[in-house]
Protein backbone atom coordinates (compact mmCIF):
# COMPACT_ATOMS: atom_id res chain seq x y z
CA UNK A 1 0.00 0.00 0.00
CA UNK A 2 1.50 2.94 -1.18
CA UNK A 3 1.13 6.48 0.74
CA UNK A 4 -0.01 9.97 -0.83
CA UNK A 5 3.57 10.68 0.17
CA UNK A 6 4.82 8.91 -2.43
CA UNK A 7 2.75 10.64 -5.12
CA UNK A 8 4.84 13.69 -6.60
CA UNK A 9 1.78 14.49 -9.16
CA UNK A 10 -1.60 14.03 -10.46
CA UNK A 11 -2.91 13.57 -14.06
CA UNK A 12 -5.96 16.05 -14.80
CA UNK A 13 -8.77 15.07 -16.96
CA UNK A 14 -8.74 17.10 -20.11
CA UNK A 15 -11.65 18.12 -21.85
CA UNK A 16 -11.24 16.87 -25.28
CA UNK A 17 -8.78 14.74 -26.99
CA UNK A 18 -8.34 16.43 -30.24
CA UNK A 19 -5.86 19.60 -30.46
CA UNK A 20 -8.67 21.20 -32.13
CA UNK A 21 -11.24 21.12 -29.38
CA UNK A 22 -8.61 21.68 -26.45
CA UNK A 23 -7.62 24.73 -27.96
CA UNK A 24 -11.61 25.76 -28.80
CA UNK A 25 -11.88 25.14 -24.64
CA UNK A 26 -8.65 27.36 -24.31
CA UNK A 27 -10.46 30.30 -25.84
CA UNK A 28 -13.95 30.31 -23.81
CA UNK A 29 -11.81 29.72 -20.43
CA UNK A 30 -9.18 32.55 -21.53
CA UNK A 31 -12.42 34.80 -22.49
CA UNK A 32 -14.19 33.97 -19.13
CA UNK A 33 -11.60 34.23 -17.02
CA UNK A 34 -10.46 37.81 -18.66
CA UNK A 35 -14.02 38.82 -18.06
CA UNK A 36 -13.85 37.66 -14.30
CA UNK A 37 -10.12 39.03 -14.23
CA UNK A 38 -11.90 42.44 -15.63
CA UNK A 39 -14.84 42.63 -13.84
CA UNK A 40 -13.74 41.54 -10.38
CA UNK A 41 -10.79 44.20 -10.49
CA UNK A 42 -12.88 46.63 -12.07
CA UNK A 43 -15.19 46.70 -8.90
CA UNK A 44 -12.01 46.61 -6.41
CA UNK A 45 -10.49 49.50 -8.21
CA UNK A 46 -13.76 51.48 -7.93
CA UNK A 47 -14.96 50.85 -4.17
CA UNK A 48 -10.96 51.97 -3.04
CA UNK A 49 -10.58 55.06 -5.13
CA UNK A 50 -13.98 56.07 -4.71
CA UNK A 51 -13.80 56.91 -0.86
CA UNK A 52 -18.27 57.73 -0.61
CA UNK A 53 -18.26 53.92 -1.23
CA UNK A 54 -16.03 53.41 1.83
CA UNK A 55 -19.63 52.04 3.64
CA UNK A 56 -20.44 48.62 5.47
CA UNK A 57 -22.11 47.25 2.03
CA UNK A 58 -18.87 48.19 -0.43
CA UNK A 59 -16.89 46.80 1.83
CA UNK A 60 -17.93 44.04 1.96
CA UNK A 61 -18.66 43.20 -2.09
CA UNK A 62 -14.73 44.35 -2.23
CA UNK A 63 -13.76 41.16 -0.13
CA UNK A 64 -16.54 39.03 -2.06
CA UNK A 65 -15.03 40.37 -5.70
CA UNK A 66 -11.30 39.65 -4.12
CA UNK A 67 -12.79 36.23 -3.14
CA UNK A 68 -13.78 35.84 -6.50
CA UNK A 69 -10.68 36.21 -7.91
CA UNK A 70 -9.10 33.93 -5.49
CA UNK A 71 -11.75 31.32 -6.98
CA UNK A 72 -11.14 31.04 -10.51
CA UNK A 73 -7.75 32.17 -10.69
CA UNK A 74 -7.34 28.80 -8.69
CA UNK A 75 -8.19 26.91 -11.43
CA UNK A 76 -8.30 28.05 -15.12
CA UNK A 77 -4.66 29.15 -15.10
CA UNK A 78 -3.45 25.63 -14.21
CA UNK A 79 -6.19 24.21 -16.80
CA UNK A 80 -5.27 27.00 -19.79
CA UNK A 81 -1.03 26.29 -19.46
CA UNK A 82 -2.06 22.05 -19.28
CA UNK A 83 -4.29 22.90 -22.94
CA UNK A 84 -1.30 25.13 -24.58
CA UNK A 85 1.54 22.37 -23.35
CA UNK A 86 -1.07 19.04 -24.28
CA UNK A 87 -0.10 18.07 -20.54
CA UNK A 88 -2.41 17.08 -17.90
CA UNK A 89 0.34 16.85 -14.71
CA UNK A 90 -0.32 18.83 -11.71
CA UNK A 91 2.70 18.59 -8.82
CA UNK A 92 1.31 16.93 -5.36
CA UNK A 93 1.61 20.76 -3.99
CA UNK A 94 -0.04 22.55 -6.85
CA UNK A 95 -3.01 19.99 -6.39
CA UNK A 96 -2.95 20.53 -2.38
CA UNK A 97 -3.39 24.12 -2.99
CA UNK A 98 -6.25 24.27 -5.44
CA UNK A 99 -7.82 21.64 -2.93
CA UNK A 100 -6.89 24.25 -0.02
CA UNK A 101 -8.39 27.45 -1.89
CA UNK A 102 -11.33 26.19 -3.55
CA UNK A 103 -12.14 25.21 -0.29
CA UNK A 104 -11.82 28.80 0.40
CA UNK A 105 -15.08 29.47 -1.48
CA UNK A 106 -16.97 28.97 2.21
CA UNK A 107 -15.41 31.99 3.08
CA UNK A 108 -17.86 33.46 0.32
CA UNK A 109 -20.99 32.26 1.88
CA UNK A 110 -20.27 33.35 5.34
CA UNK A 111 -19.45 36.80 3.68
CA UNK A 112 -22.88 36.37 1.90
CA UNK A 113 -24.54 35.43 5.63
CA UNK A 114 -22.69 39.01 6.57
CA UNK A 115 -24.08 41.12 3.78
CA UNK A 116 -27.73 39.89 4.25
CA UNK A 117 -27.18 40.87 7.88
CA UNK A 118 -25.56 44.32 6.78
CA UNK A 119 -28.92 44.90 4.61
CA UNK A 120 -31.47 43.96 7.17
CA UNK A 121 -30.15 46.83 9.76
CA UNK A 122 -30.03 49.13 6.81
CA UNK A 123 -33.84 48.25 5.90
CA UNK A 124 -34.87 47.34 9.25
CA UNK A 125 -33.06 48.99 11.82
CA UNK A 126 -31.67 52.02 9.89
CA UNK A 127 -31.27 54.33 13.33
CA UNK A 128 -29.04 51.77 14.93
CA UNK A 129 -26.86 51.36 11.34
CA UNK A 130 -23.69 53.29 12.49
CA UNK A 131 -23.23 51.87 15.52
CA UNK A 132 -24.23 47.81 14.98
CA UNK A 133 -21.83 48.54 11.52
CA UNK A 134 -18.91 50.50 12.38
CA UNK A 135 -15.43 50.48 10.31
CA UNK A 136 -14.15 48.08 13.26
CA UNK A 137 -17.06 45.76 14.02
CA UNK A 138 -17.24 45.59 9.46
CA UNK A 139 -13.26 44.90 9.40
CA UNK A 140 -14.05 41.88 12.56
CA UNK A 141 -16.60 40.14 10.61
CA UNK A 142 -15.07 40.68 7.46
CA UNK A 143 -12.05 39.17 9.03
CA UNK A 144 -14.18 35.73 11.08
CA UNK A 145 -15.26 34.78 7.40
CA UNK A 146 -12.13 34.99 5.96
CA UNK A 147 -10.44 32.87 8.76
CA UNK A 148 -13.51 30.68 8.98
CA UNK A 149 -12.83 29.69 5.31
CA UNK A 150 -9.15 29.07 5.84
CA UNK A 151 -9.77 27.14 8.82
CA UNK A 152 -12.38 24.94 7.05
CA UNK A 153 -10.30 24.72 3.68
CA UNK A 154 -7.08 23.87 6.06
CA UNK A 155 -8.84 21.00 8.11
CA UNK A 156 -10.48 19.75 5.02
CA UNK A 157 -7.43 19.73 2.46
CA UNK A 158 -5.22 18.11 5.72
CA UNK A 159 -7.88 15.34 6.16
CA UNK A 160 -8.27 14.47 2.71
CA UNK A 161 -4.05 14.50 1.57
CA UNK A 162 -3.75 12.49 5.17
CA UNK A 163 -5.45 9.33 3.35
CA UNK A 164 -3.56 6.97 1.84
CA UNK A 165 -3.40 6.71 -2.15
CA UNK A 166 -3.54 3.51 -4.35
CA UNK A 167 -5.84 3.59 -6.50
CA UNK A 168 -3.37 5.74 -9.56
CA UNK A 169 -2.88 9.43 -9.33
CA UNK A 170 -5.72 10.34 -12.59
CA UNK A 171 -8.15 12.88 -11.32
CA UNK A 172 -11.23 12.63 -13.25
CA UNK A 173 -11.40 16.16 -13.39
CA UNK A 174 -9.84 19.40 -15.08
CA UNK A 175 -8.53 20.48 -11.59
CA UNK A 176 -8.42 18.71 -8.02
CA UNK A 177 -11.62 17.96 -6.37
CA UNK A 178 -11.85 16.25 -3.06
CA UNK A 179 -14.42 13.82 -4.45
CA UNK A 180 -12.38 12.62 -6.88
CA UNK A 181 -9.31 12.21 -4.44
CA UNK A 182 -11.15 10.53 -2.72
CA UNK A 183 -11.37 8.12 -5.33
CA UNK A 184 -8.42 7.19 -5.10
CA UNK A 185 -7.92 6.48 -1.36
CA UNK A 186 -7.79 3.03 -0.43
CA UNK A 187 -8.47 3.69 3.18
CA UNK A 188 -11.56 2.58 4.52
CA UNK A 189 -11.26 5.29 7.43
CA UNK A 190 -13.53 8.20 6.11
CA UNK A 191 -15.12 8.92 9.75
CA UNK A 192 -12.67 12.15 10.11
CA UNK A 193 -14.13 13.02 6.61
CA UNK A 194 -17.74 12.26 7.21
CA UNK A 195 -17.17 14.18 10.58
CA UNK A 196 -15.99 17.18 8.62
CA UNK A 197 -18.83 17.37 5.95
CA UNK A 198 -21.35 16.85 8.99
CA UNK A 199 -19.57 20.12 10.38
CA UNK A 200 -19.60 21.85 6.90
CA UNK A 201 -23.61 20.81 6.70
CA UNK A 202 -24.38 22.48 10.02
CA UNK A 203 -22.34 25.50 9.06
CA UNK A 204 -23.97 26.27 5.52
CA UNK A 205 -27.31 25.18 6.78
CA UNK A 206 -27.04 27.92 9.87
CA UNK A 207 -26.12 30.41 7.23
CA UNK A 208 -28.74 29.69 4.98
CA UNK A 209 -31.22 29.81 7.71
CA UNK A 210 -29.87 33.16 8.68
CA UNK A 211 -29.90 34.51 5.15
CA UNK A 212 -33.55 33.66 4.76
CA UNK A 213 -34.62 34.77 8.42
CA UNK A 214 -32.93 38.04 7.18
CA UNK A 215 -34.88 38.63 4.22
CA UNK A 216 -38.28 37.41 5.35
CA UNK A 217 -37.92 40.63 7.42
CA UNK A 218 -36.40 42.47 4.73
CA UNK A 219 -39.59 42.26 2.60
CA UNK A 220 -41.89 42.56 5.32
CA UNK A 221 -40.38 45.67 6.05
CA UNK A 222 -39.95 46.80 2.73
CA UNK A 223 -43.96 45.96 1.91
CA UNK A 224 -44.57 48.15 4.68
CA UNK A 225 -43.08 51.23 3.12
CA UNK A 226 -45.27 53.84 1.75
CA UNK A 227 -42.98 55.15 -0.76
CA UNK A 228 -42.61 53.43 -3.41
CA UNK A 229 -38.91 55.12 -4.61
CA UNK A 230 -37.96 53.63 -0.91
CA UNK A 231 -39.31 50.12 -1.79
CA UNK A 232 -38.09 50.19 -4.98
CA UNK A 233 -34.16 51.56 -3.82
CA UNK A 234 -34.55 48.84 -0.94
CA UNK A 235 -34.94 46.15 -3.86
CA UNK A 236 -32.52 47.30 -6.09
CA UNK A 237 -29.79 47.10 -3.10
CA UNK A 238 -30.98 43.70 -2.02
CA UNK A 239 -31.72 42.14 -5.66
CA UNK A 240 -28.15 42.00 -6.81
CA UNK A 241 -27.37 40.18 -3.39
CA UNK A 242 -30.04 37.38 -3.47
CA UNK A 243 -29.04 36.76 -7.07
CA UNK A 244 -25.66 35.81 -6.28
CA UNK A 245 -26.50 33.49 -2.97
CA UNK A 246 -29.22 31.83 -5.39
CA UNK A 247 -26.59 31.03 -7.72
CA UNK A 248 -24.06 30.10 -5.31
CA UNK A 249 -26.56 27.54 -3.48
CA UNK A 250 -28.23 25.82 -6.32
CA UNK A 251 -24.95 25.15 -7.82
CA UNK A 252 -23.01 24.17 -4.81
CA UNK A 253 -25.89 22.12 -3.77
CA UNK A 254 -26.20 20.67 -8.00
CA UNK A 255 -22.68 19.70 -7.55
CA UNK A 256 -22.26 18.06 -4.25
CA UNK A 257 -25.64 16.73 -3.48
CA UNK A 258 -27.01 15.60 -7.03
CA UNK A 259 -28.11 11.57 -6.78
CA UNK A 260 -25.67 9.24 -7.81
CA UNK A 261 -27.23 7.82 -10.98
CA UNK A 262 -26.93 11.49 -12.71
CA UNK A 263 -23.35 11.38 -12.17
CA UNK A 264 -21.12 10.46 -15.52
CA UNK A 265 -17.83 12.36 -16.41
CA UNK A 266 -18.90 14.65 -19.08
CA UNK A 267 -21.56 15.96 -16.74
CA UNK A 268 -19.41 16.49 -13.64
CA UNK A 269 -17.13 18.60 -16.04
CA UNK A 270 -20.00 20.83 -17.00
CA UNK A 271 -21.56 21.13 -13.18
CA UNK A 272 -17.58 21.74 -12.00
CA UNK A 273 -17.64 24.96 -14.51
CA UNK A 274 -20.99 25.87 -12.93
CA UNK A 275 -19.54 26.52 -9.74
CA UNK A 276 -15.87 26.55 -9.77
CA UNK A 277 -15.43 29.40 -13.04
CA UNK A 278 -19.10 30.85 -14.16
CA UNK A 279 -20.18 32.60 -10.29
CA UNK A 280 -17.09 34.78 -10.05
CA UNK A 281 -17.18 35.82 -13.90
CA UNK A 282 -20.77 36.53 -13.36
CA UNK A 283 -20.94 38.34 -10.15
CA UNK A 284 -19.77 41.21 -11.46
CA UNK A 285 -22.27 41.54 -13.61
CA UNK A 286 -24.83 41.11 -11.37
CA UNK A 287 -23.80 43.59 -8.72
CA UNK A 288 -22.92 46.25 -10.88
CA UNK A 289 -26.17 46.36 -12.97
CA UNK A 290 -28.68 46.81 -10.11
CA UNK A 291 -26.29 48.95 -7.85
CA UNK A 292 -26.81 52.75 -9.17
CA UNK A 293 -24.12 53.92 -6.98
CA UNK A 294 -21.51 51.59 -8.50
CA UNK A 295 -22.59 51.88 -11.58
CA UNK A 296 -22.01 56.09 -11.06
CA UNK A 297 -18.71 55.62 -9.74
CA UNK A 298 -17.41 53.09 -12.56
CA UNK A 299 -19.02 55.62 -15.38
CA UNK A 300 -16.15 57.87 -13.82
CA UNK A 301 -13.54 55.25 -14.55
CA UNK A 302 -15.25 53.94 -17.65
CA UNK A 303 -17.22 57.12 -19.57
CA UNK A 304 -20.08 55.86 -21.69
CA UNK A 305 -20.26 52.45 -19.99
CA UNK A 306 -22.76 52.61 -17.76
CA UNK A 307 -25.56 55.05 -18.76
CA UNK A 308 -27.90 56.17 -15.82
CA UNK A 309 -31.01 54.79 -16.26
Same mark, same amino acid.
Given at each position: ??????????? #? $??? /?? @??? +?? !??????????????????????????????????????????????????????????????????????????????????????????????????????????????????????????????????? #? $??? /?? @??? +?? !?????????????????????????????????????????????????????????????????????????????????????????????????????????????????????????????????????????????????
Amino acid at each position: MSNSSSISHFL #L $LPF /AG @TQQ +LQ !LLHFCLFLATYLAALLGNSLIITTIAWHHHLHTPMYFFLLNLALLDLGTISTTVPKFMANSLRHSRDISFAGCAAQVFFLLFISAEFCLLTIMAYDRYVAICRPLHYGTLLGSRACARMAAAAWACGALYA #L $LHT /AN @TFS +LP !LCQGNAVHQFFCEIPQILKLSCSTDYLRELWLIVVSACLYFVCFVFIVMSYVQIFRAVLRTPSQQGRHKAFATCLPHLAVVSLFIRTGIFAYLKPPSMSSPSLDLVVSVLYSVVPPAVNPLINSLRNQGLKAALSKLLPGCFQKQ
